[in-house]
């Protein structure tokens, strides 16, 4: 594995996957739409650290201790907005030993490459260090047509500093993080359903264009004919922790500050400009975002052992967000559409802007109590209270654009108001610009062993996420998000430990579920971003892990999950393409109907196979196959959003030295040539949809060489 997308291919009930300006994390069919208004209800943690920015699963593994996916609510540990679960990412610490590794990977095919160094050890005899670097990217896989092109073609850079002071009573961490990811032809989506089939009435212009030029094949197979793209983010994320021992307790101060800027632009080459516009799109995009957050956390915990183990805490955090999406109008006349005529003069290539700032801080008071009634018998208490405060504006901007829909001159105010008024987006501030949001959640859990290598377990558990605003086109406010969730299981070990078994029943009822999903305006053909609360919501399954650990070095394993997540209150939901483009003003009741991104079964099959071929060399051989069926990629539940299932197997071949100071390995991901996508939305101006596709087969040869 090298980056989250190929983690959550490995766990059940998981999905990762990059989408425009934010990124998708869903746990167990729960997550958090493609709006940056929203925090992410899969909680992501470094090194203690909450980044409420999807964009941080973009990096790959660079210099990692390990990463935790915990799944269901985790509001005690966690916080408020790990109402679906959380990704711990611990990094890798200085010590007093010296070691590091040096790594190169190369795959031909995509001329992809990655480069990471990490070295560590003392500076004194209290102080030790740590750095690592990594640069990595590719020229891509997907062929631009239109372009003569390929994509994604990436330059990325990730850097890390760490120090450590260490004496008998106090352990102080401080890293901090660079990270500049600058991204070309980073968005190079397919066309399918173009043409559509004879109910939609005939194709619309987005879709006729292509069939006119030539350039459309309707098919996934890594050729399209859009327009530039691209994805440009410049981070700092960095942590302080302090955890002092005082007889039989452990205070641990933990400060985060996380801040990044990022442009991205998304220029629709399908959609044309109309004639006399000198724009290479009828449609380009860009969105800017900047954000910068700070946290504070104070953790008191007991020793271990005792009748009661107990953990109390206080945490804080500010945030700031500004963001804001350029439009451009230029695929239609609609300088000719805004009454009076003349108002805007004929031939304006017409952007709007729509910018948004949010304030947010978090206040919360935590504890957790294990009441060890017997030595086999305990019960886990824990409490959050949390209270959210959000001040949030919007304004909006509208005249002559550029070609990447950025307002470069400015309307007259009477021109102005008669576009926002008839055609464009609405003007103004939100009607409400001030909430305090706050929430109680407890969860309880019971444990028992059977043995020493057996045992059973329930819990109970709540969680809570805040509401918001839309920052984007619409003036949309949702409601708070809440959650209660019960799930039990078993977990056992066998033969010496050689082979364990967890099995877990789980059902969570989400109230006031916050989604989005994207829809076409009926008025301009452009898509449209929705959001707000369904009423209730439902996931409940079954997850089973397996590991079988071999002394002949012989490892399997197995992550299987079967999921029923559904709306069961959702009546007034956005149509699919067909309803929108016969029922006018369509709405839609999906309550009985599966949730986006909810395969009904997911995971993975493992093994792995060391041995010995000379005394002084070894061979390393695995296999990973990873599974779905099928789910929908859009909130709508509409077919043509919908991923159809698929199986995918990943080989991996190394050969090292007896103590694996040194491995050559060949990694081929996606053997068989699978062809998906992961993310897919109705194209503006048309009635088929844009299909983001999966990376194809690879084949990489890796170095590496530790010290």
């Avoid at 997850?543 to 070095?553: K, N, P, Q, T």
């Amino acid at each position: 594995m090298v980056d989250f997308i190929d983690l959550g291919n490995r766990i059940s009930g998981v999905r990762i996957n990059n989408a425009g300006a934010s990124d998708s994390l869903n746990i167990r069919g729960v997550g958090s739409g493609f709006n940056m208004g929203f925090e992410q209800a899969v909680a992501i943690f470094v090194d203690g650290v909450y980044i409420s920015r999807s964009q941080v699963i973009r990096g790959g593994f660079l210099d990692l201790e390990r990463i935790e996916v915990l799944k269901g609510p985790q509001s005690t540990y966690f916080g408020s907005n790990a109402i679906a679960g959380a990704m711990s990412i611990v990094t890798r610490k200085p010590t007093q030993e010296v070691d590091g590794y040096a790594s190169a990977l190369y795959a031909p095919g995509e001329d992809e490459y990655d480069f990471q160094v990490a070295v560590g050890g003392p500076l004194t005899d209290t102080i030790s260090g740590r750095a690592a670097i990594r640069s990595f990217g590719m020229d891509g896989y997907v062929e631009n047509r239109r372009f003569d092109t390929e994509g994604p073609d990436n330059s990325d850079v990730q850097g890390r500093v760490a120090l450590r002071y260490e004496t008998s009573d106090l352990d102080v961490n401080l890293r901090v993080d660079y990270a500049d990811y600058d991204d070309k032809n980073s968005e190079l989506q397919e066309t399918v359903h173009c043409p559509p089939g004879p109910e939609f009435g005939g194709p619309r212009p987005a879709c006729q264009a292509l069939i006119d030029e030539g350039l459309h094949d309707n098919e996934i197979d890594y050729v399209t004919a859009t327009g530039n793209s691209s994805f440009n983010l410049e981070s700092v994320n960095s942590a302080l922790t302090a955890a002092w021992t005082l007889d039989e307790h452990t205070i641990t101060s933990t400060t985060g500050y996380y801040q990044h800027d990022l442009f991205r632009t998304t220029v629709n080459g399908a959609i044309l400009p109309v004639p006399g516009l000198d724009m290479p799109s009828g449609l380009p995009l860009s969105q800017p975002e900047d954000f910068r957050s700070f946290s504070q956390e104070i953790r008191l915990q007991s020793d271990l052992g005792g009748r009661v183990d107990y953990m109390m805490g206080l945490y804080y955090d500010d945030s700031r967000l500004e963001g804001g999406v350029n439009l451009g109008f230029y695929f239609a006349p609609f300088w000719a559409l805004v009454p009076p005529a003349g108002v805007i003069p004929e031939s304006t290539p017409i952007a709007q802007e729509v910018f948004g700032e949010q304030d947010q801080s978090n206040r919360s008071a935590f504890a957790a109590a294990t009441i060890n009634i017997t030595e086999q018998f305990r019960i886990d208490l824990g409490a959050r209270y949390s209270s959210i405060r959000k001040e949030a504006h919007r304004s909006t901007r509208a005249g002559v654009g550029n070609e990447v829909g950025q307002v470069v001159e400015d309307f007259s105010d009477d021109a102005f108001s008669a576009w926002t008024s008839t055609v464009g987006r609405a003007a103004g501030d939100y009607p409400v610009t001030e909430r305090t949001d706050d929430k109680f959640m407890p969860s309880v859990n019971v444990q028992y062993d059977l043995s020493a290598d057996t045992m059973i377990y329930a819990s109970y558990s709540t969680g809570f996420k805040a509401g918001g605003w839309n920052i984007g086109q619409n003036l949309d406010m949702f409601e708070p998000e809440t959650v209660e969730s019960y799930e039990a299981g078993i977990k056992a070990a066998w033969f010496d430990r050689g082979l364990t078994t967890n099995l877990t029943v789980f059902h969570s009822r989400y109230d006031d579920l916050q989604e989005s999903t994207s829809v076409i305006d009926p008025e301009t053909g452009v898509f449209n971003g929705i959001i707000g609360n369904v009423a209730k919501a439902r996931s409940q399954g079954i997850e089973a892990e397996i590991a079988l650990r071999s002394v002949d070095g012989l490892n399997l394993g197995a992550s299987i999950g079967y999921l029923d997540a559904e709306y069961l209150d959702y009546p007034n939901a956005p149509c699919t393409l067909l309803q929108n483009a016969t029922i006018p003003g369509c709405l839609q009741d999906l309550g009985g109907r599966p949730k986006a991104y909810a395969p009904e079964w997911s995971g993975s099959v493992t093994g792995s196979y060391g041995f010995a071929i000379t005394p002084d060399l070894k061979l390393n051989v695995g296999a990973w196959l990873y599974f779905t069926s099928d789910f929908y990629q859009q909130a709508s539940i509409d077919p043509l959003t919908a991923q159809s299932g698929y199986a995918k197997l990943d080989l991996r071949a190394a050969i090292s030295d007896a103590n694996e100071s040194w491995e050559v390995a060949i990694v081929a991901k996606n053997v068989t040539d699978r062809e998906t996508g992961s993310y897919r939305a109705a194209m503006s101006a048309s009635n088929a949809v844009s299909v983001r596709v999966d990376r194809p087969r690879s084949l990489a040869v890796m170095v590496t060489k530790k010290f």
